[in-house]
């Protein structure tokens, strides 16, 4: 038998990851009503290992809503960073450049289950394991269709906004008629082989290589985990990359002199491929669009959770005073206003940063080996030009 229940809310955020839990839990701390529905269940989202690096601009706002407990106890600060070649090491001071700004190092899964926890803590409602199938829109409100997965359980959500928090695979993009919204998108010519392996740190800090194989990395995770890029074609397969293949590799491109990279047991190997994607305005009537669902930034950087963090922020505070003030819904104009040039900027950056360190794809081998030379050379400037390296430091630890 089916069963159909029907809600009403002020708010209905569709996903509860960083973008839509923030959202729920700002939006709650001011007295809006809202309900979070996600396809998952909590232990679903917290399995999900994703980012890691939070970084200054997202700490103050959390602070700001007294969110930011747990990274202090929990996380790691950060305020260096090292770049290679294989003929040098550039240590990049970026607290320092940047002013005294660091980065914390904290799963993403911890932060979000935190969030969730606080959210549920304040009394919040969250449908776990209730899929968004259609968004019906109206002169006066909007309606989110969803069920229960492996049931016939239905719900229908009814209310004044819907923030589509739910990834760039979610419904509330795919509900934007192509016309109503300008697309930028962008697909890189090649992809990361993305690995976390049983190692304790082989540094405290990042470690990003250029090498004329290809781009790798090394990141820190926790006392027992660390987290490995490799740029691989992007038509591989990953059944290419035994475990002795990716350590092979990854002794190969991050080699430096007296420095030894560990081994341990890889749990985990998945194949990322890199896009970057904005749509503007990120306002559709009565659908609100937030994080990955309205912008994909590369993971060079680590630009993707602190802008879907930043963008619940401002969207919050946005929703806040139109309620308040009761404004007209044209106010809401204000969330895409403020918020594309930062995105912007963040797109840009991490942009700029993938085309220093990354092999460049090219038929050409000679083509290939100028612009490896380019990049090479564009990499020194963080040693030799203090304005760049200011710059690159400041834009790293926080687009503010
Ligand atoms: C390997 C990897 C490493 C990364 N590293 C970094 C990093 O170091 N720093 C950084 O800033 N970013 C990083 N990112 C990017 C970052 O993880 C994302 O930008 C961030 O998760 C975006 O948050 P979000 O809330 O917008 O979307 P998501 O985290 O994708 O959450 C969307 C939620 O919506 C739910 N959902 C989807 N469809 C529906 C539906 N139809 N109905 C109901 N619920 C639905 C999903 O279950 C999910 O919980 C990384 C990403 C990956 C994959």
Known sequence: MNTQTALKTSVCILGAGPAGILLGNILLQNGIDCVIIDKYSREEIYARGRAGAIESTTINLLKKHGLADTIFQNGYAHDRCEFRSPYYS??????????????????????????????????????????????????????????????????????????????????????????????????????????????PPAAKHTIYALHPDGFAAYMLRNSKVSRYYL?????????????????????????LKEWTLKEGEIFEKRMMSLRSYVMEPLRYKRLLMAGDAAHIITPMGGKGLNMAVQDAGVLAET??????????????????????????????????????????????????????????????????????????????????
């Open 231 to 255: 740029q691989i074609p992007l038509d591989d397969d990953i059944n290419n990359w035994s475990d002795e293949r990716i350590w092979t590799t990854l002794q190969k491109r991050l080699a």
């Open 319 to 400: 929703l806040i005073n139109y309620y308040q003030e009761e404004q007209d819904i044209s106010y809401l104009d204000r969330y895409s206003e403020i918020r594309l040039p930062y995105i912007w900027r963040a797109q840009e950056f991490s942009y700029g940063m993938l085309n220093m360190i990354h092999l460049p794809e090219s038929e050409d081998p000679s083509d290939m080996r100028f612009r490896y030379k380019l990049s090479e050379s564009k990499l020194a400037q963080l040693n030799t030009s203090g304005t760049f390296a200011r710059d690159f430091a400041r834009n790293y630890v926080g687009i503010i």
């Open 90 to 199: 550039i240590m990049l001071e970026y607290g320092k450049l940047s002013g005294g700004d660091v980065h914390y190092f904290y799963p993403q899964s911890d932060l979000n289950d935190d969030f969730i926890q606080k959210y549920l803590d304040a009394g919040g409602k969250i449908l776990f394991g209730y899929e968004g199938k259609k968004i019906v829109q109206t002169d006066d409100d909007i309606t989110v269709e969803c069920s229960e997965q492996d049931s016939n359980i239905t719900i229908t959500i009814q209310a004044d906004f819907v923030a589509g928090c739910d990834g760039y695979h979610g419904i509330a993009r795919q509900s934007i008629p192509e016309k109503a919204v300008d697309i930028y998108h962008k697909q890189y010519p090649y992809s990361w082989l993305a690995i976390l392996a049983y190692v």
